[in-house]
């Protein structure tokens, strides 16, 4: 059945109340009487009945809202107990005013209500008691609820707050991580570099620096920190830091990678290490030296297609102090391409679960090897992008050197 309030909308709060109490006391009547009808109760007569429970509900409804406060003083289950004592109290004055009404207007004599409240008043305090209990459980339930809700809302509401914080700090983050990596990479004469750097989430562990020694010589250098998030990029910086402290024309290669895996010794936790790839191309003599620390084999692309992977290497920094790192040389040709990358290219998974791995790499660079720095870099970074779908499971860095 259709509220009555919902009919008339601009009626006001109080009486729209008052509607609904009417319309509940009119359906505990129908029910009420559909009970004693089945159960062939002698006074089961509609019109009584209605006018009975309507003048016994709005009775005693009033009277618990106004009792109802003081039992509230007391705590569980004390309060219950006094409700309970008051409820039974406010049952039989409001049931006996329902006979007195019932009588009035009926016209019937004042002596018939001992019999009338000894054989249906009592229903009707078992009626408020069994009414007034649910609805007391009822309200208590809903303000729980109500109170539970508002907590959640607010719990909500924080979360969101630090949620959002938490997103424009690791933003700031990122901006500075990306601040931190080369925002525009030297070139010089004889050669062609170009980079990409993809982290996994917001922030991550890879890098990739280049500096610029002179006009015909210049050190790359290429990194991966154990782990990713937070931890992972302040140690990426880190690194690069201290890279950018050592390096210069005069350190050879393993030197500078020694210097690095002291300073990582002495301030690394037990948990962490770096693998890091450091090599120089020098154009007048043509001439790659490179010096790698447990970091993955660069491949050197010769102009005729062939793949060469570069392994001589030692451990990963910031595992084993005082441990010499030695280099190595290779001769350069017009037409070779170097590329660097770590552990995200090649360990990138397609919807099988297989890897991109390190000969479907060589493979792709072998076959554009013909193509410029720039555009090899993109083939080899699109193919995997659709290679993986573009779901990154770990920071992918390549850098790509091309020898003019």
Same mark, same amino acid.
């Given at each position: 059945m259709a509220s009555l309030t919902a009919r008339f909308p601009s009626l006001s709060l109080g009486v729209r109340h008052f509607l609904n109490r009417q319309q509940m006391l009119i359906v505990a009547a129908v029910c009420l009487f559909a009970v004693l009808k089945v159960t062939s109760w002698p006074h089961a007569d509609f019109e009584p009945i209605i006018i009975y429970s309507l003048v016994i509900g709005n009775v005693a409804w009033q009277t618990m809202d106004f009792l109802s406060p003081f039992s509230d003083r007391f705590s569980r289950p004390y309060n219950w107990?006094?409700?309970?004592i008051l409820l039974f109290l406010a049952a039989l004055g409001s049931s006996a005013v329902a006979m007195l009404v019932s009588i009035a207007l009926y016209r019937a004599p004042l002596s018939v209500f001992r019999v009338q409240f000894r054989t249906g008043g009592w229903l009707g305090v078992i009626m408020v008691v069994i009414v +007034?209990?649910?609805l007391r459980f009822y309200g208590e339930a809903r303000a729980a609820l109500e109170r539970r809700n508002l907590e959640l809302q607010r719990t909500v509401e924080h979360g969101k707050m630090e949620s959002q914080q938490q997103e424009d700090e690791i933003g700031k983050a990122r901006e500075i991580q990306e601040g931190l990596l080369p925002k525009q990479l030297p070139q010089v004469r004889g050669l062609e570099i170009a980079g990409t750097w993809r982290p996994a989430r917001a922030i991550g562990?890879?890098?990739y620096d280049v500096v610029k020694f002179s006009d015909r010589k210049i050190g790359v250098c290429i990194g991966d920190v154990v782990g990713k998030g937070i931890s992972a990029a302040l140690l990426m910086a880190n690194i690069q830091a201290s890279f950018r402290a050592f390096a210069s024309e005069a350190i050879p290669p393993g030197v500078l990678v +020694?210097?690095?895996?002291?300073?990582?010794?002495?301030?690394l936790a037990p948990d962490k290490f770096i693998t890091l790839c450091y090599c120089t191309l020098?154009?007048?003599?043509?001439?790659?030296?490179y010096s790698s620390a447990g970091h993955l084999p660069p491949i050197l692309f010769r102009k005729s297609g062939a793949a060469i992977t570069l392994e001589e290497g030692g451990p990963p920094l910031g595992i084993f102090p005082n441990r010499p790192f030695q280099e190595t040389v290779v001769d350069l040709e017009p037409g070779d391409h170097l590329v660097l990358y770590t552990d995200g290219l090649t360990e990138a998974v397609d919807l099988k679960g297989q890897e991109f791995g390190g000969s479907r790499l060589a493979g792709l660079g072998s076959q554009h090897v013909r193509q410029n720095a720039g555009n090899l870099l993109e083939t080899i970074a699109n193919e995997v992008t659709r290679f993986n779908a573009g779901s990154l499971r770990d920071d992918l860095t390549v850098v790509v050197i091309s020898v003019k």
């Open positions: 107990a006094v409700y309970s +007034g209990s649910l562990g890879d890098f +020694g210097k690095m895996n002291e300073v990582l010794c002495n301030n020098d154009t007048i003599r043509n001439k790659l030296v």
